[in-house]
């Protein structure tokens, strides 16, 4: 879509001030330092403090410790540059692109456990989208949590868009059958579908999902053109299992990792990347609307280091 | 959960268990896979370090006891340091095996009242969720409960404990009264409503105590342990309010950073006692041992499910137990106690000795297992079973299917299966969606099955256990779905003296 590369100056304007902490402490750890073992192990603890995981942690020490040990590298800077590197190479830009339907509405669906921050993400997204120029209607397809309805609702008059929504406890599949339908008779642009959290370990709540999915495909050609796992950034290694659970459903294409504004540093996205080869998106960065970031490896190198 | 730590402590067990002498180096060695798996675990850091350099202490330093297997004194000493930190001495901790009801323990009850809980942690944990099972676990135990809506800044927040609130009156068992406090006028975006929660609490209190309501839970707004503004928020309420318990709501799904938010919370509030949730994922669950380890404050409940009564007490050595493949057959017996009386079961074990159980039995039987939780789950307390289970799928669609079956049978077919010819099945296979080789499948396995416990009723209890065990062998498994479960006693054998011996004293 391109339309978040705009928006994306803009937003990094309110994240200066973060960013000043990370490379300050990248500074601090790696920067004009002299590499040797000390730092090295450092760096993994590091490294698996941000949840990398002890696998990819392991694999990019021993590349460092080997490089390091031929006499390829010899400081700090070489080592912060090859972690960009790597990451760089783990997401390519064309992998952070949001996708979208060559006509009609595209439909992103969002997905997630509970409590990983679906609707605010999507409060977000639609936020985005809107600036862009965007119309948007959102399908609430959460229909057993208590209340999530009317959370979805209080979001749409904030945002100006409308929400299609069904009865509490009612079929979400059949919400989304009818948001399809009222994204294609208002000819929007984008319908984003929020659905319910559910444990990836649930296998009938995961049976529903695919169900949702094969409604939409039936009712837009080529939807969902986006299926959006929400991932919480304090999560540790279980959301690896996580994003395999939701793409065996679902089909997931991108991650939108939510609440990257604590101390978490969500660095299980790369073991995912590695596994799945599901590329980050966007992240989340606070509360309201504007809250929203097109992800960037090089910052997100930077956060790993962050105290 | 804690699966594959299971099956880290079992490599390590295994690689110890053949040795007659234990040397430093062969500890240290399968130390290192432990702590790659409590790392993957997401224990903290610091405290998998702390962890296994302790237990390597012990180890080194243990005396040798005659007849002993070094092998399984390690185990003893990975098992008590693991109870140790998730909090509590094998003997005594947070809660005694053999000990009474736990009810006045994890939530105690105040005098004067209301006894005030106050539930805080991040956004998305499960605090709304926590705040409408403890309404309902205190339901149960006769104790009239106010849920306070303390949230005001989540959209819907409010509205979500009200609905909560109302199906904990009308579905949770128990009579005691379920009240609801909001003040929906003061709801407001993020960031604009900060310390107008302090009042609320302050005034949902003041309304318990008039009606005289015996427990307040508060359910704060989710925050981040890095917003000063809402931590002040929080403290101010804890300072006006004072809370009687200050409990930390913690998503069992947590990384490395639960040590962090966890460590920031207990600073600020002086936390009384941690909730875990989601604890029904297949997480391994490190993150209670980070947080136990940094707040020194006892996990008290584990969130296990949506469902309302989805919570139960937190037991320290029972997960050691799991963590260790032990399994948790303390749980499981509580679990069925809940839903089976004692004379329903005295008078089924007198049908089965007979060889009198029919298919209604059965199904009854089917159906309270059920209640008692998903296959998978209650399967994974069994010893030496939850590490074997990770890559099964069982699907209690299965069990429907044998439900379905019985239902489209007469009373006479389910008195007496014998009578069952193709035509029957055939019928049967219609009505429940089934195929006639199914339903066959089935009629013969519930014939193994009651033959087995008419034999088995006379047998002594290791007869039992060697002839289950057979029949877990012969992949001839009670249901479809379930085939080729192994024999529960053949793994872990070793470390099931400690369960037998908890499971004894419970009984006296």
Not at chain 2, 108 to 116: H, L, S
Not at chain 2, 280 to 295: P, Y
Request: net charge positive; hydrophobic share 40%; with cysteine.
């Amino acid at each position: 879509m391109g339309l978040f590369r705009s928006i994306a100056s803009k937003v990094r304007q309110g994240l200066e001030k973060t960013r000043e902490v990370f490379v300050a402490s990248v500074r601090s750890l790696l920067l004009g330092k002299r590499l040797d073992e000390g730092l090295i192990l450092q760096l993994e603890r590091r490294l698996i403090e941000a949840d990398v995981g002890v696998k990819t942690t392991a694999r990019w020490i021993d590349s460092i410790r080997a490089d390091f040990k031929a006499g390829r590298i010899d400081s700090g800077d070489h080592v912060l540059a090859y972690l960009k590197g790597e990451l760089k190479r783990l997401w390519p830009e064309q992998d952070r692109e949001l996708a979208s339907a060559p006509r009609g509405p595209t439909v992103i669906l969002v997905t997630g456990v509970n409590g990983a921050g679906k609707t605010t993400s999507i409060a977000k997204l639609c936020s985005a989208l809107r600036k862009g120029g965007k119309s948007v209607v959102l399908g609430a397809c959460d229909t057993f949590r208590a209340g999530a309805v009317r959370q979805l609702e209080v979001w749409s008059e904030r945002l100006g868009v409308e929400v299609v929504k069904g009865q509490q406890g009612g079929d979400p599949a059949a919400v989304a059958f009818d948001a399809c339908a009222a994204a294609r008779a208002r000819h929007a642009d984008v319908l984003i579908l929020d659905t319910a959290g559910r444990l990836h370990t649930q296998d009938s709540l995961m049976r529903q999902l695919t169900k949702i999915r094969s409604v939409v495909a039936k009712q837009i050609a080529g939807g969902p053109h986006e299926v959006l796992l929400v991932l919480d950034a304090t999560l540790g290694q279980n959301a690896l299992r996580q994003a395999e659970e939701f793409t065996r459903a679902a089909g997931v294409t991108g991650i939108f990792l939510a609440k990257l504004d604590g101390t978490a540093k969500g660095g299980v996205v790369v073991a995912i990347k590695e596994a799945t080869n599901i590329p980050v998106k966007f992240i989340g960065v606070g509360e309201t609307p504007d809250d929203i970031q097109p992800f960037d490896p090089e910052a997100f190198v930077e956060a790993m280091f962050a105290e | 959960m804690f699966d594959r730590l299971s099956d880290a402590f079992h490599g390590l067990f295994r690689t110890l268990s053949g040795k007659g002498a234990i040397s430093e180096a062969n500890v240290r060695g399968a130390m290192g896979g432990v702590r790659a798996a409590l790392l993957d675990a997401d224990v903290h850091l610091n405290v998998v370090d702390t962890f296994t350099q302790r237990v390597l202490d012990d180890a080194l330093g243990m005396k040798v006891v005659e007849g002993v297997e070094p092998g399984q004194q390690i185990v003893k000493i990975v098992h008590d340091r693991l109870v140790e930190l998730l909090g509590g001495t094998p003997e005594t901790g947070g809660a005694t095996p053999g000990g009474p009801a736990l009810a006045s323990d994890h939530i105690p009850r105040m005098t004067p009242g209301p006894t005030v809980v106050m539930l805080c942690g991040l956004q998305g944990s499960g605090k709304t969720t926590t705040a409408g099972k403890l309404a309902a676990h205190l339901k149960k135990r006769g104790r009239s409960v106010m849920l306070a809506a303390a949230d005001l800044q989540r959209p819907a927040a409010v509205e979500q404990l009200e609905i909560v609130a109302q199906h904990v009156r009308d579905e949770a068992p128990g009579s005691a009264r379920v009240e609801f406090y909001a003040e929906k006028d003061r709801v407001a975006e993020y960031g604009k409503a900060v310390n107008v929660a302090v009042g609320v609490c302050r005034r949902a209190v003041d309304q318990a105590r008039k009606l005289g309501v015996d427990t307040v839970v508060l359910d704060t707004a989710g925050r981040l342990h890095v917003n000063d503004a809402l931590m002040a928020e929080l403290k101010q309420v804890q300072g006006l309010v004072q809370p009687h318990l200050v409990l930390l709501v913690v998503d069992a799904m947590t990384g490395q950073d639960a040590l962090h938010s966890a460590k920031a919370f207990h600073a600020a509030l002086g936390i009384d006692g941690v909730i875990l949730t989601k604890f029904d994922s297949d997480t391994r669950g490190g993150a209670a041992l980070s947080v136990k380890h940094v707040t020194g404050a006892p996990i008290r409940f584990i969130g296990t499910g949506e469902r309302l009564d989805a919570i139960e007490e937190f037991h320290a050595p029972r997960i050691a137990g799991r963590i260790l493949g032990m399994g948790d057959v303390v749980s499981l017996v509580e679990k069925a106690q809940e839903q089976v009386s004692q004379e329903e079961a005295e008078r089924l074990n007198e049908k089965l000795a007979r060889g009198q159980m029919t298919m209604d039995d059965f199904l009854g039987q089917l159906k309270t297992l059920r209640r008692m939780g998903p296959m998978k789950q209650l399967l994974g307390l069994l010893p030496g079973v939850g590490s074997m289970l990770k890559d099964v799928h069982i699907e209690d669609r299965q069990l429907d299917k044998v439900e379905g079956m019985i239902n489209s049978m007469t009373k006479e077919e389910r008195r007496n299966p014998a009578i069952l010819n193709m035509s029957r099945k055939r019928r049967i296979a219609a009505g429940s969606a089934t195929r006639p080789d199914e339903v066959g499948q089935m009629v013969r396995q519930f014939e193994a099955v009651s033959t087995l416990a008419r034999r088995m009723s006379s047998m002594s209890a290791s007869e039992k256990v060697r002839a289950a065990r057979e029949m877990g062998r012969q992949g001839d498994a009670m249901l479809p779905g379930l085939r080729g479960m192994p024999g529960y006693a053949s793994r872990g054998s070793t470390h099931t003296t400690s369960v037998k011996d908890r499971f004894k004293k419970r009984k006296r």
